[in-house]
């Protein structure tokens, strides 16, 4: 378990304080996807240099397994860490070695003997996909197999936990798809706890099972992905999922009703019965829903003509949907 507790971070700059962050209050279970999102500068990196002490923070305390990082000697902190692997958005790969060799770096400072090292950096390699790569070197690899060779090496000293920072913002749409089903693989069959710093909330709602939208340096809000993406409360939160918000005051006749998707089963016609239930004429302007697990989340926005909107409305309430009049 990753606890965080009311952490800081201020960097003095040209005689000036700059927070970075403040006043963080996180706990990340055992076994679980954590995201953290935010827009740039909101401090999602420094937080994640704090959470294994590459920053030291300026207050407050990181626990891993319940030891204070900030109370270890060098050493401990050292060993502490190899249990700890990250991953960037630059991969960070030893140019001057191949693939396996890049896998067998951290078991070599750890001091593993050499056969038993690269015993492990094959059955990693077979892992992510790579095991016909072991001899190449990183200039002769793709954007994603690059990704998928630091994710090996991250791993490799009986890594516990997995820190993702915006390790797929480099990544064109199918290959982040990809590393992000290895992610959910590896969490699955290795139970490696993984937290992921983003901004992008598609990499949110694909993967992980909690969020905290930081803003501001601080936390704006935390929960659940599924009540963040249907109920989002902060304003930092409705702008990341409800970015094309906007588009709602396009159109002026009749009247907006916003419909919230928060559970019902993806299959279900809502839109098709409401008309053919209501008799009605309904023009979507907007609408952004996912499935997660069968699921839809999210929100619709319609129109409907003056005449029918008590209808619509009474509909919407016999089946259990929320919904709110928009003027």
């Known amino acids: 378990m990753i606890e965080i507790k009311n952490l800081s971070k201020v960097y003095s700059s040209s005689g000036k304080d700059v927070v970075a962050l403040k006043d963080i209050n996180l706990t990340i279970n055992d076994g679980e996807i954590f995201g953290i999102i935010g827009l740039s500068g909101a401090g999602k990196s420094t937080l994640v240099r704090c959470i294994n002490y590459l920053e030291k923070p300026t207050s407050g305390e990181v ?29 960070n790969l030893l140019s001057q070695r191949n693939v396996i060799k890049n896998i067998c770096y951290p078991l070599e400072i750890a001091g593993v003997h050499k056969k038993d090292a690269v015993k492990r950096a094959e059955e990693l390699l077979e892992l992510v996909g790579l095991s016909d790569k072991a001899k190449a070197y990183p200039s002769q690899l793709s954007g994603g197999q690059k990704q998928r060779a630091a994710i090996a090496r991250a791993l490799a000293a009986e890594t516990k936990y997995l820190l993702c920072d915006e390790a797929t913002s480099a990544l064109d749409p199918d290959t982040t798809r990809s590393i992000l089903e290895l992610m959910k693989k590896i969490n699955k069959t290795m139970g490696v706890t993984i937290v992921v710093i983003t901004h992008e909330m598609k990499v949110i709602d694909s993967i992980c099972d909690r969020v905290a939208v930081l803003d501001n340096s601080t936390v704006a809000e935390m929960g659940d992905v599924r009540e963040i993406f249907s109920n989002p409360k902060s ?34 016609p809502v839109i098709a019965n409401l008309i053919f239930e209501c008799g009605t004429a309904v023009n979507i302007t907007y609408a952004d829903t996912k499935e997660l697990d069968g699921k839809a989340y999210g929100q619709m926005i319609i129109r409907v003509p003056d005449e029918s909107a008590d209808r619509v409305k009474a509909y919407l309430e016999k089946n ?3 919904f709110s009049e928009i003027e």
Do not use: C, W, Y
């Open 63 to 91: 626990l891993i397994d319940g030891k204070n990082l900030g109370t270890l000697s060098k050493k401990e902190l050292l060993k502490t860490r190899q249990n700890i692997g990250m991953i960037f958005q630059s991969f």
């Open 320 to 322: 259990g949907m929320e």
């Open 235 to 268: 304003d930092i939160a409705k702008k990341l999922v409800l970015p094309e918000r906007k588009t709602v005051d396009e159109v002026s006749e009749g009247k907006g009703i916003r419909i919230v998707f928060n559970g019902e089963s993806s299959g279900k």
